[in-house]
């Protein structure tokens, strides 16, 4: 696996950006302002579900309408990591936070296959009842700890060391 | 320059490996919610997004959590610079940053509010949250480039 990501950033594009002092910032920057627009509306849908947010508008109003932004935002954070985790690849795949974060995407992927048609589909019933049910208000709070964690796994990629070679 | 008497070095988050990053976690996800919510905004203004809501609407459902993430950052920002300032005094990104980023807070919690609570902001409004998005981007981007200059 190591000699797959040696051979997967020394790609040409991968070893430029790597060593380029003006595009890595600038899209490690296009990934932060991805998570911007993608971490502040995905906050703002799961707290409406809770019921602590936006309190006043329908609970579909809400998600159906930032839906295309975050997935603009999904799309620029994923790009953007995806650009910047290939062309360190062989440099982080050693690295046990950048496999969390990883293992974390999984179990976003996993949140969505259970609960899209379990509650992200019936928004508009809730706004019909006026309840949110136990199973919604769950959703929504696993979502918000999900991505904290996934913020906190890739910050501490940064910070982690490879032990010195004896 | 220099700090008579200030020593980073006793600084409590220089004295362990995980206070730092946990700090930066706060600044990182108070920002989300700083930015995501002001975009939000934004995106009605521009007559973008939000639209089954008004701009004075949107406004109302974000404003609580715009300055809850502004208050988390103006602690963990203010948390993290202590940790040296030198470095980030004589960082020109850095100055940047705090240049924009106290003309945006100005700007958003007046002329942005304001324009945002009109009943039709019409083509003000798309101008008003063009420039509200364009500046906290810039902020974004010098924050990150701080470690790159």
């Known amino acids: 696996m190591q000699s797959f990501m040696e051979m997967l950033q020394s790609i040409g594009w991968a070893q430029a950006l790597r060593e380029s002092a003006l595009m890595y910032p600038i899209i490690m920057s296009l990934h932060l302002t991805g998570m911007g627009l993608f971490g502040g509306m995905i906050a703002m849908t799961d707290l409406r579900i809770l019921g602590l947010a936006f309190t006043k508008q329908p609970v579909a109003d809400v998600h159906n309408q930032l839906r295309p932004f975050k997935h603009l935002g999904l799309t620029l954070v994923v790009t953007c990591g995806l650009l910047l985790g290939i062309s360190k690849a062989a440099i982080y795949w050693p690295n046990p936070f950048f496999k969390l974060k990883l293992s974390l995407l999984l179990v976003v992927a996993i949140h969505a296959l259970i609960f899209r048609g379990s509650v992200y589909s019936h928004l508009e019933e809730y706004d019909r009842t006026g309840v949110i049910p136990g199973n919604a208000k769950l959703a929504a709070a696993l979502s918000l700890l999900l991505w904290i964690s996934l913020v906190a796994a890739g910050r501490w990629i940064g910070y982690w060391e490879p032990a010195e070679a004896a | ?149």
Request: net charge positive; proline share 5%.
């Open chain 2, 1 to 149: 320059m220099q700090f008579a008497g200030y020593d980073p070095a006793n600084y409590p988050l220089n004295q362990n490996e995980w206070s730092f990053p946990v700090t930066e976690v706060f600044h990182i996800a108070g920002f989300a919610l700083l930015i995501g919510t002001i975009f939000m905004v934004d995106l009605r203004l521009m007559g973008l997004g939000m639209k089954r809501q008004s701009a004075a609407e949107v406004l109302k459902g974000t404003a609580p959590w715009t300055l809850l993430g502004l208050a988390v950052v103006l602690i963990s920002g203010p948390l993290i610079f202590l940790s040296d300032p030198v470095l980030y005094l004589n960082n020109a990104s850095f100055r940047f940053k705090i240049t924009m980023l106290l003309i945006a807070i100005l700007y958003n919690w007046t002329l942005h509010r304001s324009v945002a609570n009109k009943s039709n902001p019409g083509t003000l409004g798309v101008l008003v949250g063009g420039v509200s998005a364009c500046m906290w981007v810039s902020v974004i981007f010098a924050g990150i480039f701080i470690a790159f200059v």
